[in-house]
């Protein structure tokens, strides 16, 4: 039986479960199952043992730091990690050791959380999945031919499989929201300025949020608690406190805005995805919620700023290693780059006048409304083969439009489809409602009891 | 669909960017960039007011 995180948090608290025992417990998970899953790419046994006595021994002392002390969690390969190999998923920095931890690394870590060590993801956050990089993809742990969504892999299948208890992602277009719906998870993108992205390998700056995955929303709380917080030196930081996670919210009076154009029209999700969207309205309504139908601008305008700022600010980033040693990169990540090096300054001025558009329509389109919902992805996962270099360029996603917003959303897990893999329902809310988006998901996550499968061993 | 630069135009725009991929490389991201213009144009439909300003404005004196 793998414990959630609030689960673990209680029995520690009560000296039932022992950190080193849990560590242990995960680290032979890990064993077993990261050859078919490649989830890991570097596991940190030494500092998760380490780790985990030391957490033990403020358990036995009576001096837990909190919920997170003694749970084990693991960082995407972005995340800087001092003294730990940090390398983008990327033969570009293939030997890099950072002196520092990032600051969200550094928050949990004081926290006394157990590292098991660094994650795949794709390339940079961007290049994947690619089967020409020093370490192979991550696979999803419901059927190991199938995609995890990127680009925070293998936080995505390490925490379904159960590997860890909770992991870092990142969110630039989608990156948390996409693996948490193919890996049947929770996975939070914060509002935007939340949480500090200093010491972790950008991509695109005005898109990039730092968040959590776990198997619950409850958990993706506890995270999200330990790593939100001002930075005055990350720019992007919002000097605010941040908002409470109370997940015991009052139903009645609130309103739900069901995104019903974008998961039927715009992109027409999979009949088990439209099912589990239609249960997770009805379950909130049960709950006293008002459901209304709600008109945002459309996916295709969202995408086509989304994308057009995205690559033009990660050619920024990548632009001297593209024109000095460009085949360093994977196949998949050049390509995408080279395609954001195409474009012209008037292009990326002219998605941020777009951007600003979006924004206020958006709120407008949104006046009195609590919360939206509507799709995380369309359908099931699909093979990891078949996975299109240009896939953002062909369909429209549901996730790059609240990057553009800034707005925290969840991908919560709704169900099984007709393949027996996970499809998931995204809940939205206003900047700083991260509170009310994660109660949402709890109960959903409560009402729906998905949370009691497991993918298989 | 929007038509493919041709080749040699496609050749003169990597150039310029300073851009050199292995020729098979070459060919699927010029495909791809039609895709791209289509985004770009959606972007200028319809056109923004003369006056519309990016979502990031500059503010003198907030510090970098």
Known sequence: MIPTIAEAARLIAERRLSPVELAKECLARIAAQNPALHAFILVTEERALADARAAEARQMAGALKGPLDGI?????????????????????LQERVPEQDAVTVAKWREAGVVLLGKLATHEFAFGGPSFDLPWPPARNPWDTERFTAGSSSGTGAAVAAGLILGGTGSDTGGSIRGPAALCGIAGIKPSYGLCSRRGILPLAQTLDHAGPLAWTSEDCALLLAAMAGHDPLDPGSADRPPPRFDLAAEWRGRRIGVIRHMHERDHPVSPATLKGIEETAEILRSLGAELVEVTLPSLAEFNAAGWVTLSAEAWAVHEEWMRTRPMRYGEFLRARLALGGLLSAGDYIQAQRRRRDLIARSFAATEGVDLLLTAAAPAEAPRIREVSKWASLEKPNFTIPFNLLGWPALSVCTGFGEGGLPVAAQIVGKPWQDGLVLAAGHAVERANGHRARRPPA | ???????????????????????????????????????????????PPLAAEPAFAFRAGEGA
Do not use: C, N, W
């Open chain 1, 72 to 92: 084990p969690i693991a960082h995407k390969d972005i995340y800087d990690t001092a003294g730990i190999r940090t390398t983008g998923h990327s033969a570009q």
């Open chain 2, 1 to 47: 669909m929007a038509e493919p630069l041709p080749p040699q135009e496609f050749a003169l725009l990597l150039a310029r960017a300073g851009i050199s991929l292995p020729p098979e490389e070459v060919e699927s991201l010029r495909q791809a960039h039609a895709k791209l213009a289509e985004m770009l144009a959606l972007l200028r439909a319809p056109p």
